[in-house]
């Protein structure tokens, strides 16, 4: 499981150093994509072979699960974690996610995510005056 942020920079070839705790359940390589919010979703190998397979078992008849399918599977790219902990990140992953100088880097249960740092900083902002109603919301779902 990951858990935590960590804050880095992206270097002038688009490389973001993966934190230590995480490499160890990435491997060499993993799976890059496009996220939810303007991040970015960082998958170690196995735990992506599971979102694959739901994604291409949802309904080719719902426009939301192809549309759902097109983002995550489309933008994907196998990625190698080097000799010193860094990835690199396609162009196009970078700009979809605005990544500029400063990057946060955040456990998320099964999945890593990649934040610019200024886009963190605002949806935490936002998240955290909207806690008491997203609670609110998720014990009507029993949770």
């Not at 939810?36 to 426009?63: H, N, S, V």
């Not at 946060?104 to 934040?115: H, K, N």
């Amino acid at each position: 499981m990951f858990i935590g942020t960590y804050h880095h920079s992206i270097d002038s070839r688009n490389r973001i150093s993966v934190p230590k705790r995480f490499r160890e359940k990435l491997g060499e390589k993993a799976v890059l994509t496009r996220g939810l919010d303007g991040c970015l979703f960082l998958y170690a190998k196995g735990d992506w072979e599971r979102m694959e397979a739901i994604l291409t078992q949802t309904p080719l008849t719902r426009q939301d699960a192809r549309s759902f399918a097109r983002l995550m599977l489309s933008g994907a790219v196998i990625v190698e974690i080097d000799k010193i902990g860094r990835i690199l990140v396609p162009g196009y992953l970078k700009e979809y996610a605005k990544l500029k100088n400063e990057v946060a880097v955040l456990g998320v249960g099964e999945r890593i995510e990649i934040w610019s740092q200024e886009q963190w900083e605002t949806y935490q902002m936002k998240l955290e005056q909207d806690s008491d109603a997203i609670a609110e919301r998720l014990s009507e779902l029993g949770i």
